[in-house]
């Protein structure tokens, strides 16, 4: 009994371990390639150095304007697919003859590789935040659509049948019964969303763009300024982990399975 | 009889689909019965005889084809919450509530003034006791203490009718034995009027006043037992000779229906397999 109540978190202990052990053979590899076997520091910056720069963008807040850029745009994305996404989820769920037309199309759409769109959004909207902002929600929108219209439109009939009996109004169903039973759904797919928004904001920023991370990271490599560039990259990794973290603790707090 | 009438149904017909379809059942067919206040009415029947649409009808959750019931001398039109309250066979408490927040919130539809919620709800925690579960989830508790949390929501709305819709079906028999006799007690106390479909022979005897008995599909009440022993019922009545006289009664009844029901389903299913093989075509 005891051993058995102990084993998932042993389990969880060993692969922290294993994880950890596997990101530090891949520095010692990297170490190993600019120290001992000669790979040229053009390609390929010492972990050192790269280190030091990372400090450097740090300490110097060099990084700000790129930073306040790309979250803008991070923002602006997820606001839109959020609304648009949410609301029309919603109003598609309420019939069961929309959900058999709108979810096949949505899913249909959704697995196209919708970045080819960039150039398109760039020639109407320009080089600026604006072409980032639309493929953002473009892309982050199917996620959060298709979770809506999955989290309101399958909820367990005999919960909706007992509230019905006991008198609920549709202001009640909405908020006793059909919110919560839609809510974890719904979440999983806004974190999607958001981790999906990140990566096609950052990634048009490095295609077509004039400010933001991606572009610094671009414009550090065509100068071939590569220790800096791997210290933005570190810095990147470094947000997008901290992004993905707090969102998914606030999507645990939604959580009631 | 001269009690007084709580639920009286009139002709009661009921078809999913319309004839000629593929999916078109005759769920029921011109069923009448009255239940007087305070007795407890057991509907049982082969699988598909109607018993559950019957009831669904009573609370207003399907509307009839044809026919009609009123509760209370009122016309049913749709939900009546403050005259009758469901039990269903698969717990129907909101996984995201606790046992309490659950019955709170069937007050809270019900229109039961915020003063009175919380004092009604742990009356009704303990009327099953349950009340060292008040502050668990759903998905915490046994199959027979959802099912009790489901009976407590339904207490606490205070109607004077309870429909219960195989509430035992999916727990196992010596569960039901005991949460049978709990009902039996609850009954004698509440002089509530109860309507409880039933699969279980041994369950009709030992919890109703008479029971209503379904011939197979298209369903109707083919004949009406009473069960002539007072509430509180003991488990002694289960072995008492008038408690095994009435099931074989009631076997006796059903045994022919069962197989009638079964030889129906047996040749919807050949008619299945027919159009799956495309020989209709």
């Keep these: 009994m005891s051993i058995r109540a102990r084993m998932p978190r042993e389990r969880g202990l060993w692969s922290r371990i294993v994880q950890l052990t596997f990101l530090a053979a891949l520095l010692l590899l990297w170490t190993m390639a600019t120290t001992e076997w000669g790979v040229s520091h053009i390609l390929l910056p010492r972990p050192l150095s790269v280190w030091h720069e990372f400090v450097d963008i740090i300490g110097s807040g060099e990084f700000l304007p790129d930073l306040r850029v790309t979250l803008g745009e991070l923002a602006a994305a997820f606001a839109i697919s959020f609304t648009l996404g949410t609301t029309l989820g919603y109003l598609i769920s309420r019939s069961s003859y929309w959900i058999k037309v709108f979810e096949p199309l949505f899913a249909g759409i959704y697995s196209i590789p919708i970045i080819l769109f960039l150039p398109l959004y760039v020639m109407l ?133 | 009889m001269t009690a007084e009438i709580a639920i009286q149904a009139r002709n009661v017909s009921h078809q999913f689909g319309e004839a000629g379809e593929a999916r078109h059942v005759q769920a029921l067919l011109d069923t009448s019965i009255d239940v007087a206040r305070g007795e407890l009415l057991c509907l049982i029947g082969p699988s598909g005889c109607g018993k559950s649409t019957l009831l669904n009808v009573m609370g207003g959750l399907v509307t009839p084809t044809t026919g009609s019931v009123t509760v209370a001398g009122k016309p049913v039109r749709g939900p009546m919450p403050r005259d009758l309250a469901f039990v269903f066979q698969e717990s129907a408490l909101f996984p995201w509530n606790t046992v309490f927040e659950n019955i709170v919130v069937g007050m809270t539809f019900q229109g039961v003034a915020k003063s009175e919620r919380e004092d009604r709800a742990r009356r009704a925690l303990r009327a099953v006791s349950l009340e060292q579960f008040a502050e668990h989830y759903p998905g915490q508790l046994s199959g027979g203490m959802r099912q009790r949390a489901s009976l407590a929501r339904a207490l606490s709305l205070e109607t004077g009718i309870l429909l219960m819709d195989e509430p035992f079906g999916a727990l196992d028999e010596q569960t039901r034995m005991v949460l049978g006799e709990d009902l039996s007690v609850l009954l004698s106390r509440s002089q509530k009027t109860i309507v409880f479909v039933t699969h279980s022979l041994g369950e009709a005897v030992f919890l109703a006043d008479r029971v209503a008995v379904f011939s197979a599909r298209p369903g109707t009440i083919k004949q009406v037992i009473a069960v002539d022993e007072p509430h509180p019922r003991k488990p002694s009545f289960m072995t008492a000779p008038k408690f095994h006289a009435l099931r074989d009664q009631l076997y006796g009844l059903l045994h022919d229906e069962i197989r009638k029901a079964m030889a129906e389903s047996g040749q919807t299913r050949r008619r299945y397999d027919d159009v799956a093989n495309g020989a209709d075509a």
């Design chain 1, 125 to 257: 909207f320009g080089l600026g935040p604006a072409s980032k902002i639309a493929l953002g929600a473009t892309i982050s929108f199917f996620p959060i659509v298709l979770s809506t219209i999955v989290g309101f439109g399958y909820v367990d009939r005999t919960l909706v049948t007992a509230a019905r009996s006991m008198g609920a109004s549709d202001v009640q169903m909405f908020r006793y019964v059909l919110f919560p039973a839609a809510l974890p759904v719904i979440l999983a797919g806004l974190r999607m969303g958001f981790t999906v928004a990140l990566l096609s904001v950052i990634g048009s920023e490095t295609i077509a763009s004039l400010a933001g991370l991606g572009h610094r990271i671009v414009n550090l490599a065509e100068n071939m300024e590569m220790a800096r560039m791997f210290g933005y990259i570190a810095f990147v990794v470094a947000i997008a982990v901290l992004l993905n973290t707090l969102v998914s603790r606030l999507e645990a707090r939604g959580r009631w399975q």
